[in-house]
Nanobody, 120 residues
Framework: QVQLVESGGGLVQAGGSLRLSCTTS????????MGWFRQAPGKEREFVAA????????VYGDSLKGRFTISRDNAKNTVYLQMNSLKPEDTAVYYC?????????????WGQGTQVTVSS
């Protein structure tokens, strides 16, 4: 069983930045594709970004590339989501997830989520 723990959420003003972290218990972290998703109140869960387990391929949700950057440190079993120029509509619970498949594959493991609130 792979455990994922997110951190770094909080309250920030519009235009500000946050960096989310997700640390995993996976002994073979480097073999997992890691993704970030978010869910705002009353809305469906939305794909944010993912990074393939091999190489450096990254994929972003619509309109997020350029403001959000996903990265990973395999030595620390951690994936990051740098969020810049935050907008009130970015307010959501952000979840980290892991899969042994491609970036759009079903994700088998999920964290508990971290709240991000952007005030106007």
């Amino acid at each position: 069983q792979v455990q994922l723990v997110e951190s770094g959420g909080g309250l920030v003003q519009a235009g500000g930045s946050l960096r989310l972290s997700c640390t995993t218990s996976a002994r073979t972290f480097r073999t997992y594709t890691m993704g970030w998703f978010r869910q705002a109140p009353g809305k469906e869960r939305e794909f944010v970004a993912a990074m393939i387990w091999y190489g450096t391929t990254t994929v972003y949700g619509d309109s997020l590339k350029g403001r959000f950057t996903i990265s990973r440190d395999n030595a620390k079993n951690t994936v990051y989501l740098q969020m810049n120029s935050l907008k009130p509509e970015d307010t959501a619970v952000y979840y980290c997830a892991a899969t042994r498949g491609a970036v759009r594959a079903p994700y088998e493991y999920w964290g508990q989520g971290t709240q991000v609130t952007v005030s106007s």
